[in-house]
């Protein structure tokens, strides 16, 4: 009978290993027996490492813990509430996540978002809106029209081949000379 009652259970985590080639657990079931070892196969192409005191439900194959299995792994101290039904996601303790909604959005919610790409980084959409700054470390290039609401600021500016800050003209007509460059 305790091999039946063994075969799957919950269990708190204690520690986590991910330096092998398959995440192991230490865990203590919820009846107290801590079960070492413990595999915790993960969906391909996805990645975590759950918290100590994050809970898991565990199969022993055949009931022998020696052959403990995480099957599940949640922590109900940090997964978002409150969500619509349809929603999915990924969440992080602290805070940041990616949520994917029933009416076609991503909403990603993050102190820093990085993206690294070896090539390109290609956006496609009717709009792209930026509701502050906008830093460009390198060169723009803008194949369309341009339109500014506000003050263009920079140290020079090329139109048509002429720079502003060194172009003069020759004066014509009332002897004053070549004038200087733009103020």
């Known amino acids: 009978m305790r091999r039946l009652r063994l075969m799957i259970g919950r269990a708190v985590i204690t520690i986590v290993n991910d330096s092998l080639k398959e995440q192991n657990l230490q865990v203590t079931s919820l009846d107290g027996e801590p079960l070492d070892d413990v595999e915790r196969p993960q969906n391909y192409g996805q990645f975590s490492v759950p918290l100590a005191g994050a809970e898991a439900i565990v199969l022993s194959l055949g009931g022998d813990t020696d052959s403990a299995v995480a099957v599940v792994v949640e922590d109900r101290r940090y997964r978002p509430t409150g969500l619509v ?55 723009l290039l803008v194949k369309g029209e341009t339109e500014s609401k506000g003050n263009l600021t920079a140290p020079d500016a090329i139109l048509a081949g002429k720079s502003t800050v060194k172009h003069t003209h020759e004066e014509h007509g009332d002897g004053g000379g070549t004038t200087g460059p733009m103020q």
Do not use: Q, W
């Open 85 to 139: 039904a349809g929603d999915s996601g990924i969440y992080h303790y602290e805070g940041h996540r990616i949520r994917l909604t029933k009416d076609g959005r991503t909403i990603v919610t993050c102190k820093t978002l990085e993206v690294h790409a070896d090539e390109l980084m290609d956006v496609t959409t009717p709009l792209a809106r930026f509701s502050d700054d906008v830093e460009i470390g390198k060169n």
